[in-house]
């Protein structure tokens, strides 16, 4: 993130163009109403940057709780291949 912006909800209908060049420039807008931030606009492509991080960072944590649950005594353990199918089964498409 460069910089972040704050413009009132009117600008987007009359000054759209100006938004469009600050977003561009992989900055973001915070839209206000009455004063109060209401959303926060940003680039595509950095939108997706995000979400990535946010997905890798999910899976991080669930394969460090998966990691934690192996040394307890009562972990169960099954052949990579029976996992699989059992997670094919799960996902398969409709």
Same mark, same amino acid.
């Given at each position: 993130?460069?910089?972040? =912006? ?9 000054? =759209? ?10 900055? #973001? ?5 009455? &004063?109060? &931030? ?16 946010? #997905? ?7 394969? &460090?709780?998966?990691?934690? +649950? ?15 199918? +059992? ?8």
């Amino acid at each position: 993130m460069n910089n972040a =912006y704050i413009r009132p909800v009117r600008d987007l209908r009359n000054n =759209y163009a100006e938004i469009e060049k600050i977003l561009n420039e992989h900055n #973001q807008v915070i839209i206000t109403k009455n &004063g109060n &931030g209401v959303a926060v606009l940003m680039n595509i492509e950095d939108y997706s940057e995000i979400e990535d991080f946010i #997905q890798a960072k999910k899976v991080a944590k669930k394969l &460090g709780e998966a990691e934690k +649950e192996t040394s307890l005594p009562n972990a169960k353990w099954i052949d990579y291949e029976d996992f699989f199918n +059992e997670m094919k089964e799960k996902y398969r498409e409709v």
